[in-house]
C-alpha cells in the first residue's frame, strides 16, 4: 500500500464556513495503471476529493503522495496530472488541435514534435482528421473525445475523470464507457474516474471506492463491493437486495422474527443483533419447505424482464424479491405458493447493530 | 421573416400571428418614427439648405455646407480633434476599467452585487455635475495645484484645465461606467473551469491570464472600447466646461454653429458628418467582433 503509485492519506476537507467536512479522512491507494472509481451519491465529496488531488482546492489535511512524494506543496499547474471535466472546459476559441497541443506548448514542446503528438492522440480518441474544427463543431460525444485527448497527450502521471459520461446520451454512454475503459488500458495511464452511477463503477473500474457523506465505507474490486458489501450502505446503496435483522443464536446463525433461522458467512458474536442481506439473484426455487435457509411465501408481484422474472413474494409478513431465470422450468404465478432457498454464503453480513 | 422562409408555415395562424406582431411592434415603430426617423431626414434636409441666419430657407437644395465642411482645414483639424479624443478616452477608460469588470465578472464574494452597482452607481448622478466636479480638482486654483503649490514642488499653475487634457480626464472618469458594464455583459464565455482546465495542462497565473481569459474577453473589450468612444466622439458638456472654449470637437462645434453662429444648415452637415463616422466605426466593430468570436 505505501509504495502504491497514488496514495490518497487521511484527507480532510472543510470548507469555509461549514461545520462539518464534505471529506472526511478519507484514505486509499493505486498502484500504477489501475482504473480506480470513486462512488457515491450525490453532495457526498466526490468532486472535492477529485479538485485537491488535482491541486484545485487545498486541503484541511491529510497527504496526496505520488510515488511516495507528497505533492500538496507542488502548485496545480505543475502537477502533471490531467483532467476531464464534467463539461469537458474545452477552449472556446481554439480548434481541436490548439486544444490538445495546449498541454505541449506550456511544456514547451517544439512545434514539429507537438504536431506528431497531437496527431497521435487525434487517432487514439479517433477524431483522426477533426484537428482543424472548431470546439463547437463537435458533438457531445467528440468534445468528450477531444478532452480525454487534451488530458492524455501530456502523458499525465495521473488522470482524473470527474462524471465524464453523465453530458451523454445512454447509448453514447455506453460506447465511450468501453471507449475509456480501452484508451486507458492501452495508455497505461493511473486513473480515478467520479460517478454516481453504479453500472458504470463496476463496468469500469479495476476497483470501487464507495463514499457516503463525506466518509470512505469500502474500498474494493467490483467483485467484493457487490458479494461482499461491508455496510448497510453499500449494500444498499449497489444492487438490489432484502435485508433483514437477526440475532445471532450460534456462529453463522441468526434467527430472523417472523422467519426460521437464516445461516450466514461472517463473524458476529452470539446474541448480538446482526444485519443480513440477500441479493434477489441469488435465491432459488426450492422443493421442499424443509431445507434450511428458505422461505415460503405468496408470490404478490411479478415483473417480467425477458430474461429474469422478478418476484415479490410476501414472507412472513415481509416482502421479498427475488430474480429467477426465465429458463428455470415452471414459473410461478401470481398468487402462488413458493418456497425459495439460499446459499449460507449468499447472506452477507452488512453490518451489526450495536446492543 | 421566418415565416416567409418556411413555405409550409404560410398558413392563416401564421398570417395571424404576424398580424399580432406588426401590432405589437407598433406603438414602438411609431415612437422611433416620431423620434428618430423624422428628425434624421430633417437633419439630411437641413444640412443641403442654404445658410439664412438663424432660419432655414424654404426650397433650395445647395451643397455649399458640405463644402464648407469639407475645404475648410479648421473643421479637419475639428474632425481629427475628436478622433483623438475618442480614441484617448476609449484606450485608458478601457484599460482602467479591464481589471475592475474582470474582478466582478469573477469575484464569488457575496457582495458582488453591492460592488457592481457601487462601480455603476456614478451613473446616478448627471454628467455635468461630475464634470464641474473634475473642474474643482484639475482646476488652476483646484485641489491638485493648491497642494503642490503649498508643498512648493511647482512653480507655477500647471494647467490641467481649459485644455484637452483635462475634458480628456474627465470624459474617462465619466464614461469608466459604461465601459465596466458593456464588459460585463460581454464577459459571457469566461468561466473558471477553463481556468482551472489550463492550470491543469500546466500554465501558470500569467498564461492563464494570456492565453484564456484575454481572448475570451476580448469582444467585452472591444464592445466597451466602442461604446466609450461613441460616447466621447458624441460628447459636448464635457468638452465645452472642461476645455474653457479652447477644446474643439466635433460636438462643439454642432453646438456653436447651431447657437452662435446661428448656422443651422452647417451644423446640420456637421452631425451628418459625425453619423457617418460612427456609421463607419460600427462596422468595423462588427467585422472585429465576428473575427474574433468564428
Ligand atoms: N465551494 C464550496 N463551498 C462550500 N461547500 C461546498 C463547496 N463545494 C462543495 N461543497 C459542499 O461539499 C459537499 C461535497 O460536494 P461535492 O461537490 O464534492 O459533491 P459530489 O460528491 O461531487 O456531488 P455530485 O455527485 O452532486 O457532483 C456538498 O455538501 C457541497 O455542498
Ligand atoms: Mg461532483
Known amino acids: ?355 | 421573416m421566418s415565416a416567409a422562409a418556411l413555405p409550409a408555415a404560410e398558413t392563416s395562424p401564421a398570417n395571424a400571428s404576424r398580424g399580432i406582431l406588426l401590432m405589437l411592434l407598433l406603438p414602438g415603430l411609431i415612437a422611433l418614427v416620431i423620434t428618430f426617423l423624422l428628425p434624421l431626414i430633417w437633419l439630411l434636409r437641413a444640412s443641403f439648405a442654404s445658410s439664412t441666419m438663424g432660419a432655414l430657407s424654404g426650397g433650395d437644395w445647395t451643397v455649399q455646407s458640405y463644402s464648407t465642411v469639407l475645404f475648410d482645414p479648421f473643421y479637419w483639424r475639428v474632425a481629427w480633434n475628436t478622433l483623438v479624443l475618442g480614441f484617448n478616452v476609449a484606450i485608458f477608460a478601457v484599460i482602467l476599467s479591464y481589471p475592475i469588470a474582470l474582478f466582478l465578472a469573477r469575484t464569488e464574494s457575496r457582495f458582488r452585487g453591492v460592488l457592481t452597482a457601487l462601480a455603476v452607481a456614478p451613473l446616478l448622478t448627471s454628467s455635468v455635475v461630475r464634470t464641474y466636479g473634475w473642474m474643482v480638482i484639475l482646476g488652476d486654483r483646484g485641489v491638485i495645484n493648491s497642494t503642490l503649490q503649498s508643498l512648493s514642488l511647482t512653480g507655477g499653475v500647471i494647467r490641467l484645465t481649459n485644455n484637452s487634457l483635462g475634458a480628456t480626464v474627465a470624459l474617462i472618469e465619466i464614461l469608466m461606467p459604461y465601459a465596466i458594464l458593456a464588459m460585463l455583459s460581454g464577459f459571457g464565455r469566461l468561466n473558471t473551469q477553463l481556468e482551472e482546465a489550463a492550470a491543469m495542462l500546466g500554465a501558470n497565473r500569467l498564461r492563464v491570464f494570456t492565453r484564456i481569459i484575454l481572448p475570451l474577453s476580448a469582444p467585452g473589450v472591444l464592445t466597451a472600447a466602442l461604446l466609450v468612444f461613441v460616447l466621447a466622439i458624441s460628447s459636448f458638456v464635457t468638452p465645452r466646461l472642461m476645455g474653457g472654449g479652447r477644446v474643439f470637437v466635433l460636438g462643439t462645434e454642432v453646438f456653436n454653429e447651431a447657437t452662435v453662429t446661428l448656422n443651422w444648415p452647417l451644423a446640420a452637415a456637421l452631425s451628418v458628418m459625425l453619423l457617418i463616422l460612427f456609421s463607419s466605426i460600427i462596422l468595423l466593430y462588427q467585422r472585429a467582433l465576428r473575427a474574433l468570436e468564428t
Open chain 1, 1 to 355: 500500500m505505501a509504495d502504491h503509485h497514488v496514495v490518497i492519506d487521511n484527507l480532510v476537507k472543510t470548507y469555509p464556513g461549514a461545520q462539518k467536512p464534505s471529506v472526511d479522512h478519507v484514505s486509499f491507494s493505486l498502484p500504477r495503471g489501475e482504473m480506480l472509481a470513486l462512488l457515491g451519491p450525490s453532495g457526498c465529496g466526490k468532486t472535492t476529493i477529485l479538485r485537491m488531488i488535482a491541486g484545485l482546492i487545498a486541503p484541511t489535511s491529510g497527504a496526496i503522495r505520488l510515488e511516495g512524494k507528497d505533492v500538496s506543496s507542488i502548485a496545480v499547474y505543475k502537477r502533471n496530472m490531467g483532467m476531464v471535466f464534467q463539461a469537458y472546459a474545452l477552449f472556446p476559441h481554439m480548434t481541436v488541435a490548439q486544444n490538445i497541443s495546449f498541454g505541449l506548448e506550456m511544456r514547451k514542446v517544439g512545434r514539429a514534435e507537438r504536431e506528431e503528438r497531437v496527431r497521435k492522440a487525434l487517432d487514439l480518441v479517433k477524431l483522426t482528421g477533426l484537428g482543424d474544427r472548431k470546439v463547437s463543431q463537435l458533438s457531445g460525444g467528440q468534445q468528450q473525445r477531444a478532452a480525454i485527448a487534451r488530458s492524455l497527450v501530456i502523458e499525465p502521471e495521473l488522470l482524473l475523470l470527474d462524471e465524464p459520461l453523465s453530458n451523454l446520451d445512454a447509448k453514447l454512454r455506453d460506447e465511450m464507457r468501453d471507449e475509456i475503459r480501452d484508451i486507458q488500458a492501452r495508455t497505461g495511464v493511473t486513473a480515478i474516474f467520479v460517478t454516481h452511477d453504479q453500472d458504470e463503477a463496476l463496468s469500469m473500474a479495476d476497483r470501487l471506492a464507495v463514499m457516503s457523506a463525506g466518509r470512505l465505507e469500502q474500498v474494493g474490486t467490483p467483485r467484493e463491493i457487490f458479494d461482499r458489501p461491508q455496510t448497510e450502505f453499500v449494500a444498499s446503496f449497489i444492487g438490489a437486495g432484502t435485508f433483514f435483522e437477526g440475532q445471532v443464536a450460534e456462529p453463522g446463525l441468526a434467527v430472523v422474527e417472523g422467519l426460521k433461522s437464516l445461516r450466514f458467512v461472517g463473524e458476529a458474536p452470539v446474541g448480538s443483533t446482526v444485519k443480513l442481506m440477500i441479493r434477489p439473484h441469488r435465491l432459488v426455487l426450492a422443493d421442499s419447505a424443509g431445507q434450511p435457509n428458505s422461505f415460503t411465501g405468496t408470490v404478490e408481484h411479478i415483473v417480467y424482464r425477458g430474461q429474469i422474472l422478478t418476484l415479490n413474494i410476501r414472507c412472513g409478513g415481509r416482502l421479498l424479491q427475488a430474480d429467477l431465470p426465465t429458463h428455470a422450468g415452471v414459473l410461478p404465478e401470481k398468487g402462488d405458493e413458493v418456497t425459495l432457498a439460499v446459499a449460507a454464503q449468499d447472506v452477507t453480513l452488512v453490518g451489526q447493530v450495536a446492543p
